[in-house]
């Protein structure tokens, strides 16, 4: 079954230093998002992102967040300049249509930000 | 992939038995919803959806019950065994054109052998 692939799947970095977390969506999706989870909290949106372009985001994806597909694979999510509160894990997903068409958005295992 | 809190519900049945997994959701303007599984060290994974049109839908070994008067989402997962133990997620879109699931706080179900 067709899965979506996260790398890498733990991921340490010193606080105030750039990040990027990548996802290799289904082949066949054209809906991406981004996702994170805080120890002991709930999955929260962060970013949708379809035809090259962000479709909606959260509040919590602020200006140090960008999104990117940079080839037909992959697509990234990158961190400028780090937080202590960025330590989450960050799951990626995609789907094949957006969520009013009955279909359900796949989730990767997901990265384990650490910052230190 | 842990989705732990340390005050996560939990349920606890023996194998073989039914079990019954209970969400609210937040806002009656939701219109689809989703019933995640999540092991330790993976992420969620897809297991049954509903349109806010229907208030049953099955799938193999499991029900969804939507009750929108309540606003009160079930997962029946029938004849439990020890692989599905796991923390259970419900997720609901909001409709009006939002790409976002809002999930839950989640539930772990214990089976004991």
């Known amino acids: 079954e067709p899965e979506v692939t996260q790398t890498p799947s733990h991921q340490v970095t010193q606080m105030g230093q750039e990040v990027i977390l990548r996802c290799v969506p289904i082949?066949?999706?054209?809906?991406f998002y981004w996702y994170r989870q805080i120890l002991g909290q709930k999955v929260e949106f962060l970013v949708s992102?379809?035809?090259?372009?962000?479709?909606?985001k959260s509040e919590i994806f602020d200006d140090q967040f960008s999104v990117e597909r940079p080839d037909g694979s992959n697509f990234t999510l990158k961190i400028r300049s780090t937080k202590l509160e960025d330590s989450a894990m960050y799951f990626c997903?995609?789907?094949?249509?957006?969520?009013?068409?009955?279909?359900?958005?796949?989730f990767g295992d997901g990265t384990r930000l650490s910052i230190l | 992939g842990e989705s732990v809190g340390l005050h996560l519900p939990t349920l606890s049945v023996q194998e073989g038995d039914n079990s019954i997994i209970n969400c609210a959701y937040s806002n009656s303007a939701s219109d689809y919803f989703i019933w995640y599984k999540q092991e330790s060290g993976k992420g969620p994974q897809f297991i049954i959806d509903?349109?806010?049109?229907?208030d049953k839908r099955q799938g193999q070994r499991v029900t969804v019950l939507l009750n929108k008067t309540v606003k009160h989402l079930s997962l029946q997962i029938a004849a439990t065994q020890p692989g599905d133990s796991a923390v259970y997620f419900c997720a609901e879109n909001r409709g009006d054109s939002s790409y976002k699931l809002i999930f839950g706080s989640g539930t772990r179900l214990l089976v004991r052998p």
């Open positions: 082949s066949n999706h054209l809906y």
């Open positions: 509903i349109r806010s049109n229907m």
């Open positions: 992102f379809y035809n090259n372009e962000i479709s909606e």
């Open positions: 997903a995609s789907s094949t249509q957006g969520l009013q068409s009955n279909q359900p958005q796949h």
